[in-house]
């Protein structure tokens, strides 16, 4: 299995509070990855990174900021938690960028309900 | 807007039986397709697909990829209780991975 642990694996939290997940790898790889899953979605890309401090938005990404300051910890940030942002989070790693037609491999997931 | 497209939703079958999942995808700078499945936690990988016709076989599973119909299928042989599961298809470009909805196979033993 890839070295990808989240945390934390379950939360509940209130409407308008900021909500910090962690991703952690030991795999040492470049480019990390924050999607959601909700029903009937699949999974959606919400901000990923291509090295330290290098960040880009997802398709989805309103609402939620990334940092990464150290090549094994991407962090993702619900400045303000909504009901609308209930749902489980991934995190997925890839040693290089989708031009090297690479797969992406997934941590376990947070889910998160904001109630 | 690139678009994943899977069938069906969901299905239940019983053990031994045949399963086929199909993926359609339109997607900009295609580059393959990919299958995972998802039990309880993560999505784990299966295969990935960037040629036409050439079948990719692991188990019982095997899957095959179409870029001029802009399809793939999974096909899972001799269906056990332990392929019960979440099986996602996504396509990859130059940019991202986009995925569908997924279908949700249910082996009655």
């Known amino acids: 299995d890839a070295g990808i642990t989240q945390s934390p694996r379950h939360k509940v939290t209130e409407t308008g509070t900021p909500v910090t997940l962690r991703c952690h790898q030991t795999e040492n790889h470049r480019y990390m990855y924050w999607y959601r899953q909700d029903p009937g979605h699949g999974l959606r890309l919400i901000h990923y990174?291509?090295?330290?401090?290098?960040?880009d938005k997802g398709e989805v990404s309103d609402g939620y900021s990334v940092s990464r300051s150290k090549t094994e910890d991407f962090l993702l940030t619900l400045e303000s938690a909504t009901s609308s942002q209930t749902s489980v989070y991934f995190c997925a790693i890839s040693e290089y960028g989708t031009v090297s037609n690479q797969p992406q491999h997934f941590g376990d997931g947070t889910r998160l309900s904001i109630l | 807007e690139d678009k994943v497209v899977q069938s069906p939703l969901s299905l239940v079958v019983h053990e031994g039986d045949t399963v086929t999942l199909n993926c359609s995808y339109e997607v900009t700078n295609f580059r393959s397709l990919l299958w995972y499945k998802q039990e309880k936690k993560a999505p784990t990988f299966l295969f990935m697909l960037?040629?036409?016709?050439i079948e990719k076989k692991s188990g019982r599973l095997s899957s095959i990829l179409d870029k001029k119909e802009l399809f793939s299928i999974l096909n899972i042989t001799a269906t056990q209780t332990g392929d019960s599961a979440i099986y996602l298809c996504?396509?990859?470009?130059?940019?991202?991975?986009?995925f569908g909805a997924g279908t949700t196979v249910t082996v009655r033993a």
């Open positions: 960037t040629s036409s016709g």
């Open positions: 990174s291509y090295g330290v401090k290098d960040t």
């Open positions: 996504a396509a990859l470009n130059d940019y991202k991975l986009s």
